[in-house]
T-cell receptor, first 115, second 115 residues
C-alpha cells in the first residue's frame, strides 16, 4: 500500500510569486486535507477536499486555493507569496466513513521558503 | 471553536523510563476524536494513538497509552520503556464529529530520550 506522497520536497520562491504544491493520497483514500506548519508550531488547517469539492476551509485568505482530481490527488496553490508563507506544508489523506471520522495520514511535507 | 493546549514545550526522559505528555482541550461537542501524532526530526507526521470520545476505555498501542478524562477535557499520553527512537515532537490533536473532519493541533512538545 502506497502512503501519502508530496512534491516537491523543498522550494524557494520570492515574494509575489505563485507556487503549486502536489499531493498524492494513500491508496483507497478520497479525502485530502492541507495544513500549514510554521517553524516550531503545530499544523494549521488550510482546507479539505472530498470528491473534488472543497469541504471546509480554515482561516486562510483566498490566495490559498486548491484542487482535487478524479484520482483523488490534490494541489495547493498560493498566489502573491508573502514572507509569512514560509512554512512546511503538509498533506493528509483519509477515508470518510459515515458518522465515524477516519484517521488522517500525513505525507512528508513540502518545505517552502519565501525570500 | 475548539482549542488544544500543550503547556509543556519540552521534556526529557531516560531510556527505558516512563514519561507522560499532557494535553487539554476545549470543546462544546459531545462526540469527537483525539489523537497523538509524532513528528521525528525527519518531519513526517506519524499517528501514535487515537481515542474516540464515546469510548470509556483508554486506548493503548504497545508502549503507548492514553489517560482520557472527558469531564476534565484532558488527554495525556504515556510512553513506557522509552526508546531513543521516541525522540520527536509530539502533537495532541482534536477532530470534531461534524461534516468537516479537520484536525486542530496543539503547539506540540519536544521529547528527548537520553541514552
Amino acid at each position: 500500500e502506497t502512503g501519502v506522497t508530496q512534491s516537491p520536497t523543498h522550494l524557494i520562491k520570492t515574494r509575489g510569486q505563485q507556487v503549486t504544491l502536489r499531493c498524492s493520497s494513500q491508496s483507497g483514500h478520497n479525502t485530502v486535507s492541507w495544513y500549514q506548519q510554521a517553524l516550531g508550531q503545530g499544523p494549521q488547517f488550510i482546507f479539505q477536499y472530498y470528491r473534488e469539492e472543497e469541504n471546509g476551509r480554515g482561516n486562510f485568505p483566498p490566495r490559498f486555493s486548491g484542487l482535487q482530481f478524479p484520482n483523488y490527488s490534490s494541489e495547493l496553490n498560493v498566489n502573491a507569496l508573502e514572507l509569512d508563507d514560509s512554512a512546511l506544508y503538509l498533506c493528509a489523506s483519509s477515508r470518510p466513513s459515515g458518522r465515524a471520522r477516519e484517521t488522517q495520514y500525513f505525507g512528508p511535507g513540502t518545505r517552502l521558503l519565501v525570500l | 471553536a475548539q482549542t488544544v493546549t500543550q503547556s509543556q514545550p519540552e521534556m526529557s526522559v531516560q531510556e527505558a523510563e516512563t514519561v507522560t505528555l499532557s494535553c487539554t482541550y476545549d470543546t462544546s461537542e459531545n462526540n469527537y476524536y483525539l489523537f497523538w501524532y509524532k513528528q521525528p526530526p525527519s518531519r513526517q507526521m506519524i499517528l501514535v494513538i487515537r481515542q474516540e470520545a464515546y469510548k470509556q476505555q483508554n486506548a493503548t498501542e504497545n508502549r503507548f497509552s492514553v489517560n482520557f478524562q472527558k469531564a476534565a477535557k484532558s488527554f495525556s499520553l504515556k510512553i513506557s520503556d522509552s526508546q531513543l527512537g521516541d525522540t520527536a515532537m509530539y502533537f495532541c490533536a482534536f477532530m470534531g464529529a461534524g461534516a468537516n473532519s479537520k484536525l486542530t493541533f496543539g503547539k506540540g512538545i519536544t521529547l528527548s530520550v537520553r541514552p
